[in-house]
């Protein structure tokens, strides 16, 4: 850059100060004449211009108080000019004043790299060296932590160090053997997850002392964050999102015995584990010497194999147990779901929304990190062909607890996104990664043990919403031992058997009602909470109707959005109704240019593609997109569904999810291989099932076409009038809109899980109801399925 400096009125100081004035240690001054006065740093180069400059500068080495300094320059520069430049030369950072602070050991000049380093961080050197010099550093070892080269590297830098061991409970209240005086505290560890560590923070809490957390062993070093007792995040909030990232630990945990986390083999060579003690060494120094920066609040990971690093961003959880308010879930649960006006957004990708998806990307970027965030990252999935966009955002928690084996083979084993667009895509992966942590049991939830019978009326049966036929639960064994982790039939549900309850909003009646816990909540590896729920046995938690939303009012509405799909497509699937087509060319249909772009890729992977109008009793638009190969003998039918007010939404929404399971089959090959699962189910289908013989895939030939013209569609700009308008819906259906709140404190991102009892799930659920009896009313049937005639093949997706 450069800076001019012209003529302006100004007096200097006449005060005598006894310290050296000149250009901050870190520039180096270079004068070209008739040209500028260059400034040199490792941070670039600053050219200053003006009248007396190239003069002036020369003297500004660092050897002269100002009044020696307005006596040399007297010769050719006015005092009052003098002390303007000075003064301006200040104001931009580039001069100051300093007392000579000799380097340990040594001259003056050997210190000033150090003092250079300082005031590069914006600290005045002298002042940071003395803090270094007078502030001694205690430094504890926890777990089988190696401190040698730590220690070393600490007083390398000038830090008076005390060093102690932490002996787990054996100092009482203190706990730490060391220098209760010492302005900072660095803990070595072997592990962030070691339990010792919470002894500590609450040791440095009570104490009101700052820590820095340091991992100097394995191929990637950790250092940080610098917990602060008086704010930020503890010890707790940092361990709760670890957790989370090493639940595959936990069998080996089981099986050892541990209370802590399973070790790991040491991974370094002597560079890397001196280069890892000199950062955390580089740290305290920063913090003691009053540096303070964002990334002071995070945890640096170095991997020292391939020398990228990243910072991690750590925030506070307000319901940590620990330095927050455990109760604060529990209450939040409690209290009524109450509307409010929420305008929509002009542009909310796939559907109505108060905010656009950049802005929920942006604010919920933090959550994504393999140290502090709940999700380890978002990436777009490799298998999709170029022109879908199509991302992944790590394991599905909605599988809970279910068989590993399975889990890993199934379609949805991953929370995953879709959308017209890349960025659509990526932040539909986010909400549902962030939607399914948000509905995985945690420990803090409101629950209540009681029998149904015991409850009354406040109770709703999970029979109303799990829909489960009594012949199922006579077969289930043998079902269950066919079918994946998603068609599971549960034990009968005795309703004079004490399980948990979790109260819920009915926005319909606008009191509390209550559904058993283990229907709401899923279960997660080891439950997440140190009180089994009771009724596991006969309860499943699923993601239907389940949803996060940029408010609450847009998460309601596309939780019911989904219930309504999922029951649309139940409706068709089980009872193989045939459907009208919805028209996708010609100025009466749905197409536009991204609809006739995506068929013409689909064409180009030698796929046919149609869509199916699902629309049900309910009014909604519900369609089914349907594609299927035509170069081989195997079709590889592959569907996507959407449900929306407007129909064109919709249909999008029926597209985007076609897309998004596409990869599953875009590697198939002839012989039966090259496909991305190993499910039975999916496999099954993809290798046997064509248009030929599971003809209700194909769009009834008696019925005409439908169209946008053949939907009605009001556009409500306020999404409270859209949840109102599902209320009314409801209620003229004899229905109850139930709504329990899951938001979590620390993720922010406002989820709910809605339910709807007697709406049902597109899983096999063949109670009596609805499924038998809507396709009749509609006119699509002359008399209800019998129960042997129901399609045979469950829905996999």
């Known amino acids: 850059m450069t800076a001019v400096f012209g003529e302006r009125p100004a007096h200097p100081s006449r005060t005598h100060d006894p310290r050296l004035v000149g250009f901050r240690s870190h520039l180096r001054a270079e004068v070209v004449a008739d040209d500028a006065a260059y400034l040199l740093s490792d941070r670039g180069v600053t050219a200053l211009q003006g009248d007396h400059i190239e003069a002036l ?34 104001q931009a ?22 003092r250079a380093f300082w ?31 730590v220690l070393e590297a600490c007083r390398a830098a000038g830090l008076a160090v005390t060093a102690s061991g932490w002996a787990h409970g054996a100092h009482g209240a203190h706990g730490v053997a060391g220098n209760d005086l010492a302005p900072l505290s660095l803990v070595v560890c072997d592990d962030y ?26 191929s990637t070093t950790w250092v940080g964050p610098v917990f602060q ?103 939040r649960v409690r209290q009524p779901v109450t509307l409010v006006s929420r305008p929509k957004a002009p542009y909310a990708g796939g559907g109505h929304r108060a905010h656009s998806p950049q802005e929920v990307r942006d604010r919920y970027a933090h959550l994504v990190s393999p140290v502090t965030g709940v999700i380890e990252e978002i990436r777009r999935d490799p298998r999709a062909p170029s022109g879908l966009h199509c991302y992944l955002a790590g394991r599905n928690a909605a599988l809970g607890g279910t068989d590993l084996a399975r889990l890993r083979a199934g379609l949805r084993h991953l929370s995953g996104g879709k959308g017209a667009t890349a960025l659509d895509a990526e932040v539909s992966a986010m909400c549902e990664a962030l939607e399914r942590y948000s509905g995985t049991l945690q420990g803090d939830e409101p629950r209540t043990r ?32 066919l079918h994946d982790a998603f068609q599971y039939v549960p034990e009968p549900f005795d309703d004079r058997a004490p399980v948990d309850w979790t109260p819920v909003w009915s926005l319909t009646e606008q009191r509390q009602r209550m559904l058993p816990t283990g229907m709401l909540y899923f279960q997660g590896a080891a439950d997440g909470s140190s009180r089994p729920v009771a009724g596991r046995r006969s309860l499943r938690a699923d993601s239907n109707g389940n949803a996060a939303g940029s408010s609450p009012e847009d998460a309601i509405l596309h939780g019911f959005l989904e219930l309504v799909e999922r029951d649309a497509v139940a409706l068709w699937w089980y009872n193989r109704t045939r459907q009208p087509a919805v028209r996708l060319h010609g100025p009466d249909g749905f197409g536009d240019a991204w609809t006739e772009e995506l068929l013409d890729m689909y064409r180009h992977m030698h796929r046919e593609v149609w869509v199916l109008d699902l629309t049900s009793d309910l009014g909604v638009p519900v369609f089914a997109a349907v594609s299927r190969r035509t170069d081989k ?37 002839a012989d039966g291989t090259g ?20 003809p209700y895939l194909l769009p009834d030939p008696s019925l005409p076409a439908r169209g946008p013209a053949d939907f009605a569609f009001r556009n409500r700009p306020d999404l409270r009038d859209d949840v109102e308008a599902v209320v009314e819906l409801l209620r003229g259906h004899g229905m109850d809109l139930l709504v329990l709140d899951q938001t979590r404190p620390d993720i922010g991102i406002p989820v709910v899980k809605v339910v709807v009892p007697g709406l049902r799930h597109f899983w096999a659920r063949f109670a009596p109801g609805r499924l038998f009896d809507v396709p009749v009313r509609l006119g699509r049937l002359a008399a209800p399925t019998p129960y042997e005639d129901l399609n045979p093949v469950p829905l996999f997706l």
């Open 57 to 90: 500068v020369p003297l500004l080495d660092g050897t002269r108080d100002l009044p020696s300094l307005l006596r040399d320059a007297a010769p050719e520069i006015p005092p009052e000019q003098v002390g303007r430049l000075i003064a301006r030369l200040a």
């Open 93 to 114: 950072g580039l001069v100051g004043y300093s007392t000579p602070v000799p380097a340990s050991g040594g001259s003056e000049e050997a210190g000033r790299p150090a």
């Open 119 to 149: 005031e590069l961080a914006g600290l005045d050197g002298t002042v940071a060296l003395r803090r270094l010099a007078a502030a001694p550093v205690e430094v504890l070892t926890v777990g089988g932590a190696c401190t040698e080269g």
């Open 193 to 218: 997850l070691n339990p010792e560590l919470r002894e500590i923070d609450a040791l440095h809490r009570a104490t009101g002392r700052p820590w820095l957390l340091s991992r100097p062993g394995g």
């Open 229 to 331: 007792p008086d704010s930020g995040p503890c010890w707790s909030c940092l361990a709760h999102r670890l957790r989370g990232h090493r639940l595959c630990e936990a069998p080996v945990r089981r099986a050892l015995g541990l209370t802590g986390p399973v070790p790991r083999p040491a991974a370094q060579v002597a560079p890397s584990a001196a280069a890892a003690a000199q950062l955390a060494a580089l740290e305290t120094a920063k913090w003691l010497a009053g540096y303070r920066y964002p990334g002071q609040s995070a945890v640096l990971t170095l991997d020292t194999l391939t020398l990228t690093s990243r910072h991690h961003e750590l925030r506070r959880r307000p319901q940590c147990p620990d330095c927050g308010d455990p109760g604060l879930v529990a209450r």
């Open 450 to 481: 009681d029998s149904l019978r015991g409850l009354g009326d406040v109770a709703v049966s999970p029979d109303a919403c799990q829909l489960f036929a009594p012949r199922q639960f006579r077969d289930r064994e043998r079902w269950n031992a």
């Open 633 to 669: 003998p195997a079709e590889d039918i592959m569907f996507g569904f959407g449900a929306h007010f407007d129909p064109a939404v919709a249909l999008r929404r029926a597209l985007t999810e076609m897309n998004q399971l596409l990869p599953a089959v875009i590697g198939a090959r």
């Open 675 to 694: 496909y991305g699962t190993t499910a039975p189910e999916p496999l099954g289908w993809w290798w046997g099932a064509t248009v030929a013989t599971q």
